[in-house]
């Protein structure tokens, strides 16, 4: 079981200091910064390789701009970008530890999460993008996240 934990730092700096505007051309640009390319592009959502050395190293882009333009997102189209940062299927021994190792690197480059939870999930709530930090039985997983996308989910998930 391998994790990228640096790798995941690196993407997550490049992140944080990416001029989002959530447009399409966001996907290209972030591929040409982290060094990622794009697989498949689709009218829903785009297949991302990264660079993490990992088993399975892809990323899943949302798309949806109907949903986007309801909130107030001008042209904006990308939801959210998500990433595995670990091989597949996680021994459950490890998870926690992995996650820890990665909050861990993420706060030295992110600063205090806006929130965690006493299963290692963790958020950073920044002004362009927020970052979350996440675990199932298959492996560990970043999600990039448009602020205006995580106020919408929020507040249904509210409801």
């Not at 040409?32 to 882009?61: C, M, N």
Request: hydrophobic content about 40%; aromatic content about 10%.
């Amino acid at each position: 079981m391998h994790a990228d934990i640096e790798g995941a730092g690196r993407a997550v700096k490049i992140a944080k200091t990416f001029r989002w505007t959530w447009k399409d051309e966001d996907v290209s640009q972030f591929c040409d910064a982290a060094g990622w390319q794009i697989e498949h592009q689709r009218k829903r959502g785009a297949t991302l390789v990264t660079d993490l050395q990992i088993d399975k190293p892809y990323s899943f882009v949302g798309l949806d701009r109907s949903l986007l333009q309801q909130q107030g997102g001008t042209k904006e189209s990308v939801t959210h970008i998500d990433f595995r940062i670990t091989d597949s299927r996680i021994p459950p021994g490890q998870r926690r530890a992995i996650l820890d190792q990665l909050n861990e690197r993420l706060t030295a480059v992110l600063g205090t999460p806006t929130w965690w939870d006493v299963d290692g999930q963790a958020a950073w709530y920044l002004r362009c993008v927020i970052v979350l930090v996440a675990a199932d039985d298959d492996a560990t997983y970043i999600d990039l996240v448009n602020p205006l996308y995580q106020k919408w989910h929020d507040e249904t998930e509210d409801r």
